[in-house]
């Protein structure tokens, strides 16, 4: 059996290791066991890799997904910024989006994943307002929030999984404000809020904002997404 590689960048953060602060790149399982449980094997990138290797490592991989963590930094989106801040992992990743895009590597975004696109793609992002009807953040206790999308009927998602709308774990505080070039919604939240965007080309680039990889035991159609991204994924022409 030929198994698809699909590339991650980590997440990076700050351990406590026997009373000292350590870094280290870390993805969580849920996202690998997607990947895992269909045959492909994740390749972890770690964020401090240099985006001039970028040409290469996507030489190696059949798809790439991009997933959850830290906010992107606005200085990415938002060209009236006086002060840029850096980040690694912005940087590596709008590039490994840019050239999967242009050889046509299969992209799925989740979370972050998302708004990444979005922005690779010239897009902004907006904070979601406190007093908006659906919670779309983990709650003070931990409780995590579940709502309906709205999946639009023209769109590849709908093909994909068959109904018109679904139910979707929610755990984010931004969302997208203007959507990017290249890219149509797929689904929305009763509120407005972009819960999932695609390509209006032929390439395999669909993203949704809440974390499709947590609910997929009780929510078996998201595997059918899993299963097209992976399918799509090939290095043969």
Same mark, same amino acid.
């Given at each position: #059996? ?14 406590? @290791?026997? *009373?000292? @602060?350590?870094?280290?790149? &870390? !993805? +969580? ?24 290797? #970028? #040409? ?18 606005? *200085?990415?989106?938002?060209?009236? $910024?006086? !002060?840029?801040?850096?980040?690694? /992992? ?7 989006? /840019?050239? %999967? ?7 799925? *975004?989740?979370? /972050?994943? $998302?708004?990444? &696109?979005? !922005?690779?793609? *010239? ?39 068959? #109904?018109?709308?679904?139910?979707? %774990? ?36 669909? +993203?949704?904002?809440?974390? &499709? ?25």
């Amino acid at each position: #059996v030929f198994m698809k590689t699909i590339g991650i960048v980590c997440l990076e953060q700050d351990i406590d @290791k026997n *009373g000292y @602060k350590q870094k280290v790149n &870390i !993805v +969580a399982n849920s996202y690998i066991d997607i990947l895992v449980k269909n045959n492909a094997i994740p390749i972890l990138l770690s964020p401090q890799i240099s985006k001039n290797e #970028v #040409v290469d490592i996507v030489k190696k991989i059949d798809g790439m997904m991009f997933i959850g963590g830290e906010d992107i930094k606005e *200085g990415y989106y938002n060209s009236d $910024l006086n !002060v840029r801040e850096i980040s690694k /992992r912005d940087e590596l990743e709008i590039e490994l989006y /840019r050239e %999967c895009k242009d050889k046509r590597i299969p992209i799925l *975004g989740i979370c /972050r994943g $998302l708004q990444l &696109i979005n !922005v690779a793609e *010239g897009g902004t992002l907006e904070n979601i307002s406190d007093s908006n009807i659906i919670k779309h953040t983990i709650d003070e206790d931990g409780f995590i929030n579940y709502h309906d999308i709205y999946i639009e009927k023209d769109s590849k998602l709908k093909k994909i999984m068959k #109904v018109d709308n679904y139910s979707v %774990c929610s755990m984010h505080h931004q969302k997208i404000a203007k959507l990017g070039e290249n890219l149509k919604i797929s689904a929305k939240s009763e509120d407005g809020v972009i819960e999932a965007i695609e390509s209006k080309d032929k390439n395999f680039i669909m +993203a949704f904002q809440g974390h &499709i990889e947590k609910n997929i035991k009780n929510f078996k159609k998201y595997n059918n997404v899993i299963k097209e991204f992976l399918d799509y994924s090939s290095t043969e022409e």
